[in-house]
């Protein structure tokens, strides 16, 4: 059963527009999440996190939204550029008392068009 | 330097052969992990080294080895592998191998078995 799910498997946005990716979970035991970027033939690139302290963090045209009763949170990405073309996994962990293993989403593959 | 590297790119092997997989990092980190992902597929934590410990093996066959010679270097020996085990091979290292940890990903290394 996955614990971390991305249940859009592709997302086409225009260039300028805002890129929104979701991303729910399952396990009330996490308390610490992560975007990862990959790019083909390239490992992942950590991107943005968010604890469960907070309910948004920013970073440039990277926001991260964090709604804990819902176990859901999303990725803003605005404005969109063609090179924000690639899969964005979202990533779960457990700040205390874990080993830091992460736990992935399958992945979202956005596509920004010109 | 934020930079962790893999080699071999690409692998071909037979199912009887013996081959290993290298990762390397000069961050400082002294966590360092191998995942595994399959096509359409999040990455899969295999193994995780804390401090040059194996702390985490997330039940994986025997056939796979893992070897942490210095807190720089991480192996993945392989012998005996089964067709089913061809896939991307991704190394991560983090600061201390706790929650809150970001992880760096090196490039992966794709693996045929045949």
């Known amino acids: 059963d996955q614990q971390v799910k991305q249940n859009s498997p592709s997302l086409s946005v225009q260039e300028g527009r805002i890129s929104i990716l979701n991303c729910d979970y399952t396990n009330s035991m996490f308390d610490y999440f992560l975007w990862y970027k990959k790019y083909p033939a390239e490992g992942p690139t950590f991107l943005i996190s968010i604890s469960s302290i907070k309910d948004k963090n920013e970073d440039g045209r990277f926001t991260v939204f964090l709604n804990k009763s819902a176990k859901h949170l999303s990725l803003h990405i605005v404005p969109s550029q063609p090179g924000d073309s690639a899969v964005y996994f979202c990533a779960a962990s457990v700040l205390r008392g874990s080993q830091g293993n992460l736990i992935f989403g399958k992945g979202t593959k956005l596509s920004v068009k010109p | 330097d934020t930079e962790v590297t893999q080699t071999p790119k690409h692998l071909v092997m037979g199912m009887t052969n013996k081959k290993s997989l290298k990762c390397e990092q000069h961050m400082g980190h002294r966590a360092m992990y191998w995942y595994k992902q399959k096509a359409k597929k999040p990455p899969e934590l295999m193994f995780v080294y804390s401090y040059e410990k194996l702390s985490i093996n997330e039940s994986v066959p025997s056939r796979f080895s893992p070897e942490c010679p210095n807190s720089s270097l991480l192996n993945l020996h392989l012998h005996a592998l089964q067709p089913e085990d061809s896939a991307l091979y991704l190394c991560?290292?983090?600061?201390?191998?706790?929650?809150?940890?970001?992880?760096?990903f090196g490039p992966g290394t794709r693996l045929t078995v045949t």
């Open positions: 991560a290292s983090s600061k201390r191998g706790q929650g809150g940890d970001e992880q760096y």
